[in-house]
């Protein structure tokens, strides 16, 4: 492709990104609302049927995550470049004009002319497949070629492929007359990355090479670099396209979706031509909660772009955002089932109404006191809504429980607090646990011991390493401390994995601290036992861990030994993946955040290794299966929700 006539600025060049954003973030909800009205597998006639709705909802689902990754990477590249990310929209259906005639975009449920608008949105330069039905403009037109004007305008483009080659040359053009260094001169700590949230778009973008990276990853994943990456957007959604005609074929009275809306809205609209107006109350008291949802995860991922990191603030921000999407997954999936009170034989829909503004809130408390009241906004809104539809009340329990994780942005200071390096001093050590409960307190002349009992799995290390001083299978006390030189003690007691046995030194000497490399060890047929200065939900624990991975333990997040009792059967020598490059810093805060009814999410420098020592992988945040059903473990991949694990 030729270079452009004229020469972009930057402010047209944050135009278009806006615009790439945009773009990503449509695709994002279409695909999302076409899952969302999908019947369960009960709700279809054959076995073959059941296997393809439920394949159907997961793939369709994966692609929109993989749209969010993508809207990461643009955002990224915005913020490298000295932008503000773009996180707002116009509300469906988008009217002419806003983009290129070929792109039209509109919320309707799962059928043969939407899984073709879908092919043809994605389609790759060349492609010759045509939109679906009822996708097309009655005029088309062309948006004006550039002129040399300071005010930002659209260019044209047929395929989204096309636009981000434009947006590539733009990108080598101005790096070429400004210098990569002037270009690039965004702080890349308000930037997403691995260390915030697991998605392929979390890449620091530092230089036109990873912005260019970016855009290439988009390109290739959405359309494809050709029509024959089985991986791409565009080939997933031709594989349906088969699968479906087949099964029709076989069927022709067989019916994926829900007749959700086309377009729904939650107020008379003052142009009714291709809306539909959800009248029925309880439906739209549903959709109130997802769209507020909806809102509340743009507010905070756009919050969270104003919060240098990597930091617990920048973390909990991403974390609440990701997990609304769930709540609003849910909360769509129900409203698809219900009528919507205006049309007959017609159901309702989420509508994605999009606020006027969901730019940045500043980073300052008032923001984090926003956040807080939102939250439970939420929470006390969905728990007027129908408790007997399953889907709700999994959401209501959901918000429920974000809204008290929410509360940790009221203790958090104004200034972020750093992961410290390794000449950074060793935190204090961690207060023994409250009596009761369990725990014992023992003391000897120089130490005292402090166990806890709910957290020991009986890994034996104490009864084996000191034997004088736990003594096993006795009637009254069973630790003596003062039976064994104090050092070499609390040596045994550090190497009790589950941090079930803890001490405090009376002599006034160096106690417990954090290890020089944080570990994460997988445990054949067994927990995670992890070392480092481990916090869960913000409070610390400690610097050992057992957490449960089978699923089963009755104290979770901690192992309690259950995986014996279910005969949990999953290696302890999970392959080496690609990401085992040392880290510059292998020590500091490890945060764990135990998702409801999900995974650990766990993030610091991370080094995860076998139940031998060998390197699994180093990485600074990472989602770790705690089902037990995983077919990626020790990594989640998502089975929780096909399993319906509770985590509670």
Not at 242 to 262: M, T, W
Not at 298 to 324: C, H, I, M, Q
Not at 386 to 406: E, I, S
Request: proline share 8%.
């Amino acid at each position: 492709m030729e270079a452009p006539a004229l020469t972009p600025t930057r402010e047209q060049l944050i135009h278009a990104l806006y615009e790439a954003a945009e773009l990503e973030h449509n695709l994002m909800c279409t695909y999302l609302y076409a899952a969302f009205s999908l019947k369960d597998e009960t709700e279809v006639d054959t076995p073959e049927e059941a296997d393809a709705v439920k394949r159907w909802r997961r793939q369709i689902l994966d692609v929109a995550v993989e749209e969010m990754g993508h809207l990461v990477a643009v955002w990224n590249i915005t913020s490298a470049v000295g932008g503000a990310p773009r996180f707002g929209r116009v509300n469906f259906p988008i009217d002419p004009g806003y983009l290129p005639a070929g792109i039209v975009v509109k919320l309707a449920p799962f059928n043969a002319d939407v899984l073709q608008h879908f092919i043809h949105l994605e389609r790759p330069i060349g492609s010759q497949e045509p939109d679906g039905k009822d996708f097309h403009y009655e005029r088309n037109y062309k948006r004006s070629p550039p002129k040399a004007r300071l005010t930002p305008m659209g260019f044209d483009y047929e395929t989204v492929g096309e636009f981000y080659q434009m947006m590539q040359i733009a990108l080598d053009v101005m790096s070429d007359r400004l210098g990569e260094k002037e270009l690039f001169s965004g702080d890349p700590a308000l930037q997403l990355s691995e260390a915030e949230v697991v998605l392929g778009g979390a890449k620091p973008v530092l230089c036109t090479k990873t912005a260019k990276h970016a855009c290439n990853a988009i390109v290739t994943q959405g359309e494809g670099a050709s029509e024959e990456n089985p991986d791409s957007h565009f080939c997933r959604f031709r594989h349906i396209r088969d699968e479906l005609a087949e099964l029709e074929r076989q069927n022709p009275g067989f019916s994926a979706s829900h007749p959700a809306a086309v377009n729904p809205v939650l107020r008379r609209p003052p142009n009714p031509e291709d809306r539909v107006w959800i009248e029925d109350e309880a439906a739209a008291a549903i959709v109130d909660i997802a769209n507020a949802s909806y809102q509340t995860m743009l507010r905070l991922l756009a919050y969270s772009y104003n919060v240098p990191g990597p930091s617990a603030e920048k973390s909990l921000a991403v974390d609440l955002s990701v997990d609304l999407m769930k709540a609003m997954t849910l909360l769509g999936e129900s409203a698809a089932r219900r009528p919507s009170g205006s049309r007959s034989g017609c159901n309702a829909g989420v509508s994605f109404t999009a606020l006027r503004d969901s730019g940045q809130l500043p980073h300052a408390a008032s923001s984090r006191r926003f956040f807080v009241e939102r939250m439970a906004e939420l929470a006390k809104g969905a728990g007027k809504l129908d408790q007997n539809d399953q889907r709700v009340a999994r959401a209501t329990g959901l918000l429920k429980a974000l809204a008290v994780r929410a509360r940790r942005f009221a203790e958090m200071p104004d200034a972020p607090v750093a992961v410290p390096s390794k000449a950074a001093p060793a935190p204090k050590p961690p207060a023994p646990a409250d009596l009761g409960d369990g725990v014992e307190l023992i003391d000897g002349e120089t130490v005292q011991i402090v166990y806890k009992g709910k957290l020991c799995i009986h890994s034996r290390f104490c009864v084996t390493g000191a034997p004088e001083v736990f003594l096993a299978n006795v009637e009254g006390p069973w630790i003596h401390p003062d039976q064994m030189n104090a050092e070499e003690l609390m040596a045994v007691s550090r190497e009790c994995p589950s941090g079930a046995i803890k001490y405090r030194r009376k002599d006034g000497g160096p106690e417990e601290h954090a290890p020089p490399v944080n570990l994460i060890r997988v445990w054949e047929g067994g927990p995670y036992g992890f070392k480092g200065d481990l916090s869960i939900d913000g409070e610390s624990i400690g610097y050992r861990a057992t957490l449960c991975r089978c699923g089963a333990s009755k104290n979770k997040p901690f192992c309690d030994g259950s995986h014996h009792d279910i005969h949990f059967d999953a290696s302890g020598e999970p392959p080496t993946g690609d990401k085992t490059a040392m880290l510059e810093v292998r020590d500091g805060p490890v945060e764990i955040t135990p998702t409801l009814n999900g995974p650990l999410m766990v993030r610091g420098n991370l080094e995860i290794i076998s139940g031998t020592g060998r390197v699994v992988a180093r990485q600074q945040a990472a989602r770790f299966c705690r089902c037990g059903h995983s077919n990626t473990k020790p990594f989640c991949d998502g089975t929780h929700a096909k399993i319906g694990f509770k985590s509670v």
